[in-house]
């Protein structure tokens, strides 16, 4: 991929990952990107670096449009591996540069670096940095989703460079969210976005709303939002920045989602009648099977359903190991606003359900009870139980969301 300008001399320099599939466990099918940014003005400026094997990649980029050795700035949005691990490579190359970021960047980078030959400015919100016909405010956004994490706003050209805000896996030759929608879709991009929130944002919903807020307080008139990763929004900003907006209030579809794994199928068994339960009351279900989904994917599933149910048979007592790996994975993140069961079979003792119900209770959520257990393979009375089940799970469900 080639520097592409996104305004009047404002230049996407990134990389494509074509074939990354695992990005910190969590599965990318279709890639991602390292977005950073070169403004040209009177002062050269350079807002974020990428992954380091692909710091050459964004140094040709660069020296497409310029000599490195003429940046004056670098901004550092956030020091997370994906974005800051070539830092070093640049550095060589500017020798003249003086880096911003937030106290907390700092603090970090050292941890990663000697930077103690690097001429480091730290900043707040508020701050500004006037580079000849444009300033660039900084916006620090803590736990979005690094404590150093911010955001710069290029005023005059009414861009945000929103640092993993927004973002998306997804590789592509299309740079915009107007291009891409001619090959792909538009709801495919949006998948794309709700996927990237519930796996990585999910637990910082309240602070998320706070931020986009004071951004508003701020009177930022933005034309362009620009993330780290995936593409860039300018077609319509206001979109995606509702949507965050919907999905930081706890948005959910009423309906529900059967996450499960099991055994010797006497579980998953149980999650037919359970479907037909919920179908009869009148809403639809996603059954995942979490040894046949990678975990990611069922984050994503259980976060666009307003209602779960886990199922899980009991080995030595307690839980299937992969249903404890998910909601291990899930407690982790937080979630708010979603309404739960639990359901599975057992042998000669029980406890599986028992302990779902524990960490449900733990994660602070809605709790749909009493659970359901059968013994062995489900008979035709055990199928009734788990219709019943369904049934009563899918109505107050219902109820529920009419909460929301």
Request: charged residues 25%; glycine residues 6%.
């Amino acid at each position: 991929m080639k520097a592409i300008e996104l305004k009047n001399g404002v230049y996407w320099v990134g990389a494509v990952d074509w074939a990354v599939r695992d990005f910190h466990g969590y599965v990318t099918p279709k890639g991602t990107t390292y977005n950073n940014y070169l403004i040209v003005d009177d002062e050269i400026t350079l807002l974020d670096t990428v992954k380091y094997n692909f710091a050459d990649v964004t140094i040709k980029n660069i020296k497409n449009i310029v000599e490195p050795s003429k940046i004056r700035h670098l901004v550092i949005n956030h020091i997370e591996n994906d974005h800051a691990s070539s830092l070093d490579k640049i550095m060589q190359l500017t020798p003249n540069a003086t880096l911003y970021m937030t106290e907390k960047g700092k603090k970090g980078l050292e941890r990663f670096f000697d930077i103690s030959k690097w001429n480091i400015k730290t900043v707040k919100t508020g701050d500004t940095l006037n580079i000849g016909k444009r300033t660039l405010l900084f916006i620090e956004t803590p736990m979005l989703h690094w404590p150093d994490s911010m955001m710069t706003y290029i005023k005059e050209e009414k861009i945000l460079i929103s640092q993993d805000a927004f973002g998306q896996h997804i590789a592509s030759a299309a740079r915009f969210d107007d291009e891409y929608c001619t090959c792909e879709s538009m709801a495919e991009l949006e998948d794309g976005v709700v996927d990237y929130y519930a796996n990585i944002l999910m637990p910082f919903g309240q602070l998320i709303k706070n931020k986009i807020a004071d951004m508003q307080k701020m009177g930022l008139d933005i034309e362009m939002i620009a993330p780290d990763h995936g593409i860039i929004w300018r077609a319509n900003p206001q979109r995606v920045l509702q949507t965050y907006i919907d999905m930081a209030s706890g948005a959910a579809r009423p309906r529900a989602v059967i996450i499960y794994d099991t055994m010797w199928h006497s579980t998953e068994e149980m999650t037919l009648p359970i479907t037909k339960g919920i179908r009869d009351v009148g809403l639809e279900s996603k059954v995942i099977k979490l040894r046949a989904t990678p975990m990611s994917i069922a984050i994503k599933e259980f976060w666009e359903a307003r209602g779960c149910l886990i199922g899980t048979p009991t080995l030595n007592n307690i839980m299937y190991p992969s249903v404890a790996e998910f909601l291990t994975h899930l407690r982790g993140l937080r979630p708010k606003n979603r309404i739960m069961g639990a359901f599975g079979s057992y042998g000669w003792g029980g406890g599986a359900v028992k302990e779902a119900y524990e960490n449900f209770k733990k994660m602070g959520l809605e709790i749909f009870e009493p659970g359901l257990q059968i013994l062995y393979k489900p008979s035709a009375e055990d199928e009734a139980k788990c219709y019943d089940f369904g049934k009563e799970f899918a109505k107050k469900l219902k109820e529920y969301h009419q909460k929301f």
